[in-house]
């Protein structure tokens, strides 16, 4: 199902809606052009977990940590990751199902870094709004799929 996204406050609005469905170990996949909305959905999650999220991207961190709130989130990011070799020093096996947070990957397409079960959410622009779908690619991924369906 499409969800329509007007403002940058409703993609920040999905993620907080995630926010209060996540629980450890769960893995979301964002897929979107950039400019789609996908750190606007993170930062709206992290926030809503009560964690603290670092001023955006000063690095080139391809893995942020944000902790303090109710679970860490492991906020990565594979745009820049241009080969599978890159991608093996970033230590996703232990980020990805750790119980003590959330993996939420922006491009997540671009590489296989995902468990079988997980949310996918696709964003793109619509003129000068966004949209949103979002799948479930196992039983956890269709229930927190089904939370960003509700009416808000
Ligand atoms: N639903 C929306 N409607 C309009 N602008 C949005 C929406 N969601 C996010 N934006 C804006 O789009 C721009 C890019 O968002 P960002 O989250 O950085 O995209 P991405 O991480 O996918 O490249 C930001 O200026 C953000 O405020
Ligand atoms: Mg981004």
């Known amino acids: 199902m499409l969800v329509n996204l007007p403002d940058a ?32 959905l993170v930062a709206g999650l992290a926030a809503a977990l009560g964690a603290r999220v670092a001023a955006h991207s000063p690095t080139f961190a391809l893995v942020h940590e944000y902790d303090g709130g109710r ?4 906020h990565v990011d594979l745009y820049r990751i241009e080969r599978q070799a890159e991608l093996a020093e970033l230590g996703l ?6 119980p003590r947070g959330i993996a939420i990957v922006e491009w997540a397409d671009r590489f296989d870094v995902m468990p079988a079960d997980h949310l996918r959410v696709e964003l793109a622009h619509a003129a000068t709004a966004r949209t949103l779908v979002a799948t479930g690619t196992g039983p956890r991924g269709r229930e927190l799929a089904a939370v960003l369906e509700l009416p808000a």
């Not at 096996?93 to 750790?98: A, Q, R, S």
Request: hydrophobic content about 55%; cysteine-free; aromatic content about 2%.
């Open 9 to 40: 406050a409703a993609t920040a609005a999905a993620g907080a809606r995630l926010a209060a469905a996540v629980r450890g170990g769960d893995a979301i996949a964002l897929i979107g052009e950039l400019g789609a909305g996908k750190t606007t």
């Open 71 to 74: 679970l860490v989130v492991w």
């Open 93 to 98: 096996d232990e980020i990805v199902g750790d």
